[in-house]
């Protein structure tokens, strides 16, 4: 029998539409030729979850969204029809939550088992949940960031009013004169701190000294608490002994004492006395003041020149040669003298006040120690004059007599000045 081109068009069109209606459905999600059974979930919203939606259970696919209508009890809630293999089986108690599927959003059905032993039987209604989506997780994360900067701002608010009010154009110049004052006492604080190390430097072999006499006296007292003991006891004895004894006349001789010794200072503070004139005579005070200079010039004479003044030998042996201030013999001009002032273990500063009238400093350093000179005399005697002014500040200085450069000694640059 032969088949007319029309019928075969008409088996073609109807093969055509049966494959383009089983191909949709199964784009859908539904098989024909897979037996499935339907499941049903009612939710006040679905959150974007669209029909042929997946239905998972530990993030495999067992079934899809088959339809989703409104409730016919005009409540407005939804009903989510879902089909899934008819070989796969929902313990009683399991929900279906709506879940994000991606990071674009796209809802999905999540099969929440419990553990009961029972099922759900094909056209059972399933308890339903949604699960937060990002915005939601978000704004929940983000609120309470929000509350506290809201309450920061307001805290910066506060502060900023409060500094408003403070930085006032007078509160501004207290500020700045308390800062002034402040800075003068940190500039005086600091140059305390280098007048207590200069005279750390420089009194530091006393302070030493000072400190190993303490502890001697600390031990000597130790060492003779009982003698101590006693003497307390003594003048606690000598104490009762005064209480039982009748003061007045003792008072009286302490008076008369006291006005004796009145009159004495006032005789003392008059000029018509040989105390008084004694005391308030300048031009004595000079004197004195000169003759003491004089016999100290004398006596470093004498040390320098003894046969000047004292001859032991009756034999004339040739012209002796004196350190006079009339000058230096020729050949021995490069011999100078200079004043040894102090050697410490830190160095002073140049401008230091211990220094002031001494003229050029020079500092020498040997072996981590630190030599302050001053002057150049080619002639003792001027030497020895400067090193008095040298003794006010300085106690222990010396004359140091230079040959060439190098420090030679004393009595060798005095002998071969006087040849």
């Known amino acids: 029998m032969k088949i007319s081109k029309y019928a075969k068009l008409g088996l073609l069109m109807v093969f055509s539409l049966t494959a383009l209606i089983w191909g949709l459905s199964y784009l859908k999600g539904h098989d024909f030729f897979k037996p499935v059974d339907y499941y049903y979930t009612r939710y006040e919203r679905v959150d974007g979850l669209q029909e042929s939606g997946h239905v998972t259970f530990n993030g495999y696919r067992v079934g899809s969204v088959k339809n989703i209508r409104f409730a016919d009890d005009r409540t407005g809630d939804l009903i989510v029809t879902f089909m899934l293999d008819n070989d796969f089986r929902i313990p009683v108690h399991s929900a279906a939550r709506i879940v994000s599927s991606d990071i674009m959003g796209t809802r999905s059905v999540k099969l929440v088992f419990s553990n009961e032993t029972s099922y759900y039987q094909a056209g059972d209604t399933l308890p339903g949940e949604i699960e937060s989506d990002l915005k939601e997780q978000v704004s929940l994360q983000v609120l309470p960031l929000k509350n506290k900067a809201e309450d920061l701002l307001s805290t910066l608010d506060s502060a900023i009013t409060v500094l408003t009010v403070i930085f006032n154009e007078d509160a501004r110049k207290n500020l700045s004169q308390s800062f002034d004052n402040i800075n003068r006492t940190i500039s005086n604080l600091e140059k305390t701190s280098a007048d207590l190390q200069t005279l750390m430097a420089t009194e530091k072999s006393n302070i030493s000294g000072l400190i190993n006499n303490m502890k001697e006296f600390s031990g000597i007292l130790s060492g003779n608490a009982e003698e101590f003991d006693n003497i307390v006891e003594k003048l606690s004895q000598f104490s009762d002994t005064l209480v039982t004894q009748p003061l007045g006349p003792v008072l009286a001789d302490v008076s008369a004492a006291v006005n004796s010794l009145e009159e004495i ?31 100290e010039y004398l006596l470093t004479d004498i040390r320098t020149n003894p046969k000047r003044y004292l001859h032991f030998s009756a034999i004339d042996l040739g012209k002796e040669v004196y350190v006079t201030s009339s000058g230096t013999p020729a050949e021995n001009r490069n011999i100078l003298f200079r004043v040894h002032l102090i050697s410490v273990t830190q160095p002073l500063p140049a401008d230091s006040p211990l220094f002031d009238g001494l003229g050029e400093i020079i500092s020498v350093e040997s072996s981590g120690a630190w030599s302050y000179l001053t002057g150049e005399f080619t002639r003792y005697e001027e030497a020895t004059q400067w090193l008095v002014r040298a003794h006010r500040n300085f106690p222990d200085a010396t004359i140091v007599a230079f040959r060439e450069g190098k420090i030679i000694p004393l009595d060798k640059a005095m002998r071969l000045l006087k040849k």
């Open 265 to 295: 200072l006032a005789k003392a503070n008059s000029d018509q006395s040989s105390a008084g004139l004694l005391l308030h005579d300048d031009q004595l005070y000079r004197n004195l003041t000169g003759l003491t200079s004089n016999l």
